[in-house]
């Protein structure tokens, strides 16, 4: 069945750093893939999506790449700050939106 | 301001009663959305609506029911039924159906005692 899933719970990363977060999916059919960033305590946030037929996208200061062939979705962030400690979110469209897990985003100091 | 808002953040209530989670965006917004959020989980769709007296059941809308009276409002009542009510409710809003930019409000901590 469709499902969207994340390959680590957590990630702890210093303050500066680039992070990467990544992302399983199984439906090939699927649009659009995106990426959502949940504060402690609020809703999430959408961040940057890209279209089935890209392999990569930039925004500002984050850049989601798509890998088809092996059905994996990453999200890097570039110079990681206290503000980017969060939940990230992968989610996939087809007709419908499908989210996965969540992975932590920790920022050492 | 434009955005979405949800009322009460923290709502406790006794088993066997049914309570009413508010959610009102300003965005005029077509589509809206109910999620349950599980700790450790992600989102799981409650109920959506693509348009003002329309509404159709999501992935896990046993035990809720919602209403679509105006194009602002989309409340969601937890009733009785529902077995397992302690959760973070998320409400969100899109500008047509199934956008990949939804517009989430802060969401309601229901806890049942």
């Known amino acids: 069945g469709e499902s969207v899933g994340l390959h680590l719970p957590t990630l702890s990363v210093q303050e500066g750093d680039n992070s990467i977060i990544n992302c399983a999916y199984s439906?090939?059919?699927?649009?659009?893939f995106i990426w959502y960033k949940q504060e402690s305590g609020k809703g999430p946030q959408f961040i940057i999506d890209?279209?089935?037929?890209?392999d990569k996208r930039q925004g500002q200061r984050v850049t989601v790449l798509l890998n088809k062939t092996v059905k994996h979705l990453s999200l890097q962030i570039a110079a990681t700050q206290p503000g980017d400690s969060a939940v990230y979110f992968c989610a996939e469209t087809y007709d419908k939106i499908i989210f996965g897990k969540g992975t932590r985003l920790h920022i050492l100091p | 301001d434009g955005g979405i808002t949800q009322s009460p953040k923290y709502l406790f209530r006794k088993e066997g009663q049914n309570v009413t989670l508010s959610c009102e965006q300003n965005?005029?917004?077509?589509?809206m959305y109910w999620y349950r959020q599980d700790p450790g989980q992600g989102l799981r769709l409650i109920y959506y609506s693509q348009i003002v007296n329309d509404f159709q059941k999501g992935d896990i809308a046993e035990g809720y029911s919602v209403s679509r009276e105006k194009k602002e409002s989309f409340p969601l009542t937890v009733t009785s039924a529902q077995k397992n009510p302690t959760a973070f409710y998320l409400c969100?809003?899109?500008?047509?159906?199934?956008?990949?930019?939804?517009?989430f409000g802060p969401g309601t901590r229901l806890t049942v005692l």
């Open positions: 969100a809003s899109s500008m047509i159906l199934a956008a990949n930019e939804q517009f």
């Open positions: 965005l005029n917004h077509d589509a």
């Open positions: 890209i279209r089935s037929n890209m």
């Open positions: 439906n090939s059919a699927s649009d659009y």
